[in-house]
């Protein structure tokens, strides 16, 4: 595949070759690591820091929520942020603050600075992440930057299975603390070291930022799992739980009338015509919502219910893991083969298979022969609808808009875990706060319905036909 490129370059290589450039590629993805590893990395912590915080279930939901909420909202802004003002300048004040937001939280006494924590943690991880895209992007070039692309994706496959690992070493050790500390060294040394090997390039003419876009999205989809998280509460007919999910329409209305006057919007509407678009977020928003959950789930119920430590919890998650990275690796050679339709059906049925027995599971069964093999199939489905979901937003679409669809498909990425774990709290909020089953039993059997409605829908959503798999990258 390289020699297939190498003849169209002059043999000198181009002028902006930076010889410093795979050492700026390794730091990069360091940083991009760190925040990956951070979605994952606090499941496993959660009911250690319930235990020690004395967190409410509701509390502990925003924990995994606030940060991908943030994250995701926010990041449309971050590359806008970036090439407004330079993405070298975006990435270490993403970085700065995710740092700074870690050290908040591993030092947090109560739930509020814990959660204010979180928020910061997903405020600079939405400028860090798309700053350091631009930059894997714009240092590399020809058979180069498929190279450093392919590095960059396999971070993200990568950084789900280490931490669960690494959150299920760090809470059994030194405690829960810790899997926020441990970026607090990593980020003081990429904050040292990266200014010395990324250039400064000049920053691209800024089209304007769309602040208000960006607030209202975030607020609208913050509304939106408020009302999901306390409907386990307060029940689905309260008005504490119908005013912010009325609230989350509302503002998200307002937002699409924003975007619609805005000059230089954050979110292209036009976008959501788009056939290819539509099917990929939709993809996107259930697998993550599907796979978040099940981390979510798993590590309560094993430690809640089974007694299991948070190390042990970490090594039933690490195969579940290691076959979303497989089923990603098949999903990338079939979707070229088999088309995103079939591609995506197959792994959503697959997943609904998966899930299928652990609505049966009792409170003698063994965790390593039940839970972990349906969890680790499920898993190898979601795997394949990941790659899917791109491959179908990004290859299906003329190349010049790649861009923007990239940032729509990441956006529902992100989100897509809160709102997953909003939901599967509330079902499963009276097993959590007393520690039964029948809770986990409903979540589970929800799981197993959602993604056989979705592997239902796929055919009339995804257009037929093989999308072009050099599509843009995604951001993990």
Known sequence: MTHAHTHTHAPSPPVSADPRRWTALALICTAQFMLILDVTVVNVALPSMAADLDLARSTLTWVVTAYTLCFGGLMLLGGRLADGIGARRTLLAGLGLFTVASLACGLAPDAPTLLAGRIAQGVGAALLSPAALSLVTTGFHGAERNKALGVWAAIGGSGSAAGVLLGGALTAGPGW???????????????????????????????????????LVTAATGALVYGLVRAGDAGWTSASTLLPLLGSLVLYGIFAAVERASRAPLMDLRMFTRRPVVAGSFLMLVATALLISFFFLGSVQLQHLYGFDALRTGLVFLPVAVTTGVGAHLGARLVGVLGSRICAAGGLTLTALGCAPLPFLTADSNPWATLLPALAVAALGLGAVFVTATAT??????????????????????????????????????????????????????????????????????????PRTTGGPHVH
């Open 393 to 466: 937003a990004l290859g299906m679409i003329d190349p010049h808009e790649a861009g923007l669809a990239s940032g729509i498909v990441n956006t529902f990425h992100e989100v897509g875990g809160s709102i997953g774990v909003a939901v599967v709290s509330t079902i499963a909020a009276t097993s959590i706060t007393t520690g039964t089953l029948a809770g986990y039993r409903t979540a589970f059997t929800a799981c197993a319905l959602a993604a056989a409605a979705a592997a239902l829908l796929t055919p009339l959503l995804v257009p037929p036909g093989r």
């Open 177 to 215: 603390q810790w899997v926020f500390y441990v970026n607090v060294p990593v980020g003081v040394a990429l904050l040292a070291a990266l200014p010395a090997v990324v250039p400064a390039r000049a920053p691209q003419r800024p089209r304007g930022l769309d602040v208000p876009g960006a607030l």
